[in-house]
């Protein structure tokens, strides 16, 4: 995929992040909420620095993880639930080059 088809994701500003021996819990300060993240999602929220796109992310959970293959299809789900949440932007462009 070229660089202009390729979608960014970054995790948005003003998130408290707490680790917690199964995940994360983060407190969302401007909806005064909190969200429970299992291990799984956190280390997809992690890899959300700007820098990294759905391919880039599924490398990084099949290295992690010892995989056979890059779960695209499970990190593409998490990033969409994670979106939804608020908890992740879209970047048009990695964030490390604008």
Known sequence: MTQQGRRFYKAR???DRNE????YVI????KAQVIFLNPTAAA???LCDGGADLDDIAEAMRDAFDLPQPPLADV???LK???E???VDICPQSSSEA
Not at 20 to 23: N, R
Not at 27 to 30: I, K, L, R
């Open 13 to 15: 500003d003003g998130l």
């Open 20 to 23: 917690v021996h199964d995940g």
């Open 27 to 30: 407190y969302d300060n401007v």
């Open 44 to 46: 997809v929220f992690e």
């Open 76 to 78: 593409a789900a998490c």
């Open 81 to 83: 639930s994670l979106q």
């Open 85 to 87: 949440q608020g908890l």
